[in-house]
Nanobody, 122 residues
Framework: QVRLVESGGGLVQPGGSLRLSCTPSGGVFSINFMDWYRQAPGKQRDLVATITSGGSTNYADSVKGRFTISEDKAKTTVALQMNSLNAEDTAVYYC????????????????WGQGTQVTVSS
């Protein structure tokens, strides 16, 4: 069974930093891209950052200059370094992998993690 294991969430003071990680397991993947999304209470799930298999990145305007998405291809891990956090960054953060799992039939699809809570508060 495919799992995306997220870690690194927690409680941080305004202005602080956190580093989220996402590691897939349960398959061998050809990855097209990996994303970080977030969902605050009562709000829709929004795209935060994307990294493609070629290493191109894209960010939501609200996090540009503060968040950095990166990958460790050897470990098939994607990280989200979050700096200068503020209360508006409080949300559950989800990892998404788009790609093909060679253990499964069919073509590329999305795989979601379970989410990790990030709370920014003094």
């Amino acid at each position: 069974q495919v799992r995306l294991v997220e870690s690194g969430g927690g409680l941080v003071q305004p202005g602080g930093s956190l580093r989220l990680s996402c590691t897939p397991s349960g398959g061998v993947f050809s990855i097209n891209f990996m994303d970080w999304y977030r969902q605050a209470p009562g709000k829709q799930r929004d795209l935060v950052a994307t990294i493609t298999s070629g290493g191109s990145t894209n960010y939501a305007d609200s996090v540009k200059g503060r968040f950095t998405i990166s990958e460790d291809k050897a470990k098939t891990t994607v990280a989200l370094q979050m700096n200068s956090l503020n209360a508006e960054d409080t949300a559950v953060y989800y990892c998404l992998l788009n790609g093909r799992n060679w253990y499964e039939a069919g073509g590329p699809r999305d795989y979601w993690g379970q989410g990790t809570q990030v709370t920014v508060s003094s």
